[in-house]
């Protein structure tokens, strides 16, 4: 493939193009294997540091970055909210400014704010990651679920995707939805009409509210997170309407077809959006995410923290 | 060096590998991508004509082992490596196109030591153009060709390049 990376951050995946989404994929097929060797690390950003900046909590993103630094030999620093200078009133710039000055080559920032990680990125010279903004994007997550689709089904082009959930507060949502366009995949959205509103329809994906219509014919169902902290009560009734409505119980599973993959990116409300059974079932490639994960963000950070910086 | 002056180097040097390597059972060829996963190819078949024995062959990728990530303008593509495990007790030789400054072996040396411990590495170049900048010599070369450093060595192969054999030197 001819196209090459140019991008020093990853802020979203709504300005890549479907070459760009397709060079990470295989960049990340080629780490992925660097996982299976004696020797599970490479030198390429040797000498470089990377900071682990999140503002807003996180387990496994934060771990799943560090890991993919470890394994690039990248020196690795975690900062989180508490912890930063942030509690005493620092604004987001100045610590950032600080962490430059300390020579961090690649930031990854989470952000409760959309549009952080690109506040970061257009006055900082080091690499800026989106690890997640708001209910903006989630690039890596929404890339890793791309990979996982592409390795599992061998391609992403026509399949049918279906999203479940809150897809209004979502940027898993965001970042998976224009990236599965790009790539040629059919989306449809479902979810109580609060959640999902039609002027997603404006994107060029279907909305349904009606999960038993959709699911005979999924080629992909991705569940995601009831996020608890975050539903107003006005959006969302009870947690018990929702499983009944749109939760992926055992016996709405049935009608999916024997090869439609279920996906979720963590963490699980065990009987809420889908229960233990399904989520531990044959059809699940929940953990595939997570392994993908990591392959995936060695690729991003590769990229955008190997080229050269002016 | 045209086509069937490329295929007769490659022949001699394939020889060459046979006679160094009484063991040819422990051998395995591996391809820096793309041309060199290509001459490996090559490499293999003249093995297997006259010595009727199948040489495993491997790609060893080497853009994540560069000693240059971030001072490049175009950041190598990185591939996926396919060595045959395990590599202990096994011959390995590393095949590229053109053998320059070493540096690339280097990395290639150092990817093929995450994967495991050969009993020893060799080194096939169809062209060794001089101008090195670390301690490395190739065990076989095609043909050597000597060149200023400001010019550029070619080389196509039909496979990987869509277009007939061929290798030129590039004057700026």
Known sequence: MKTRWTRKDLLGLRELSADEINLILETADAFKQVGTREIKKVPA?????????FVEPSTRTRTSFELAASRLSADVINISAGTSSLAKGETLKDTAKVLEANHADIIVLRHSSAGASEFLAQRLKSSVINAGDGAHEHPTQGLLDLYTIREKRNKIDNLKV?????????RVARSNIFGLLKLGARVTLVGPSTLVPREFEK???SISHKIDNVLPDADVVNLLRIQHERQRKEYFPSVGEYTQLFGLTKERAKLLKPDCLIMHPGPINRGVEIDSEVADGLQSVILDQVTNGLAVRMAVLYLCGGIATP | MDAAAIQRALRRVAHEIVERNPDLGSLVLAGIPS???EIARRLAEFIRASEKIEIETGIVDVAMHRDDVGARAELPIVRESKLPLPL????????????????TVRAAMDAISSFGRPARIQLAALIDRGHRELPIRADYVGKNLPSAASEKVRVRLEQTDGEADVVWLLKE
């Not at chain 1, 279906?162 to 979502?170: C, E, N, P, R």
Request: charged content about 20%; aromatic content about 8%; cysteine-free.
């Open chain 1, 45 to 53: 950003l040797r000498g470089k540091t990377l900071v682990n900046f």
């Open chain 2, 35 to 37: 041309r060199g996963v």
């Open chain 2, 88 to 103: 202990e007790g096994r011959t390995l030789i590393i095949v590229d196109d053109v053998l320059y400054t070493g540096r």
């Open chain 1, 162 to 170: 279906v999203i479940v959930g809150d897809i209004l507060f979502s």
């Open chain 1, 203 to 205: 994107l060029g994906v």
